[in-house]
């Protein structure tokens, strides 16, 4: 079958991309599902933050597989390619951080709330819920590849973004387990490197990634229309979801962690002199907004 089969506008087969999202979306359960197992025979659910980078992969893996014949080849293997070192890199550091330890303290405060069985909530809540989400969030993985364009300049921009995400990512990640690991640290507050720019590193070289890939995808009109959703809702997630946000609010109570904040930008990297400049014209522009709006009241 030509690339242009069941397709329409510029090429995009969309009877193609339709019957392989089936086949991703079994990939994801697939892992997802195998992770549960492990989890359930273990009474430790913590797993399924490994999966999370293993779904994304195989999704990946199995619409290259599937988009053969459909897509430009050369795009395929780079989304895939780039998927697959990004979750994989992911997935080898969570499974580092997490071995030998319990139950996640986030996993052991949602599965206090479970009506009845703790495993069967942890499978609905956990487990189906984060392989829906990697189906929805991975669409630029899985429309991109069925693009029939050659990579262009708007994919080479992507390929830059997730290139810059994965190393803040990798970056963050590999000092923030140095500083925990030194015995000296123990009590005290990672804000050397990355994280005195950015409280945030990890969640930020993420968002990248996505911004990336999507525009990666965006080789048609129809696979960046379809894909759209997708980095918007993993950057929802980052900053006001179950990232950025839950963090701040479970850290605010430790010690320093309101001068750290003070001083250290939430989510974009900044030097601290500028992040400082912005807060401060942040509060004067503030004030003059609140002095007007009084004089405005008499």
């Not at 495993?119 to 029939?148: H, K």
């Amino acid at each position: 079958m030509n690339a242009a089969a069941g397709s329409a506008g510029d090429g995009f087969a969309w009877a193609a991309f339709a019957a392989g999202l089936g086949w991703s979306a079994a990939a994801g359960l697939a892992v997802m599902l195998a992770a549960f197992a492990a989890g359930a025979a273990k009474g430790v659910h913590r797993g399924a933050d490994v999966a999370w980078g293993v779904a994304f992969t195989a999704v990946a893996g199995v619409t290259c597989a599937v988009s053969a014949g459909h897509g430009d080849p050369a795009r395929r293997y780079l989304i895939t390619a780039a998927t697959a070192v990004w979750g994989l890199r992911l997935a080898a550091h969570i499974a580092r951080r997490g071995w030998g330890r319990g139950e996640d303290a986030r996993y052991d405060r949602l599965l206090a709330k479970a009506p009845g069985s703790r495993t069967a909530y942890a499978l609905r809540t956990v487990y189906l819920a984060q392989g829906a989400l990697v189906w929805l969030i991975s669409m630029p993985v899985q429309a991109g590849q069925y693009v029939p364009a050659r990579p262009g300049a708007v994919t080479a921009v992507g390929a830059a973004l997730w290139a810059a995400g994965t190393l803040c990512e990798a970056v963050g990640d590999h000092q923030l387990a140095r500083f925990t690991a030194d015995p000296a640290h123990h009590g005290r507050l990672m804000d050397r490197g990355l994280w005195s720019w950015t409280r945030h590193p990890n969640y930020f070289g993420d968002f990248l990634v996505w911004w990336g890939l999507y525009l990666a995808a965006c080789g048609s009109r129809q696979s960046a229309a379809v894909s759209a959703p997708a980095p918007l809702l993993m950057s929802y997630l980052l900053v006001f979801g179950s990232g950025k946000r839950l963090l701040d609010q479970h850290m605010a109570e430790r010690p320093g962690y309101a001068e750290y904040t003070a001083r250290t930008s939430g989510f974009v990297p900044l030097p601290p002199r500028w992040y400082a400049r912005l807060r401060k014209a942040g509060a004067r522009i503030g004030a003059g907004s609140a002095n007007t709006a009084s004089r405005s009241r008499r």
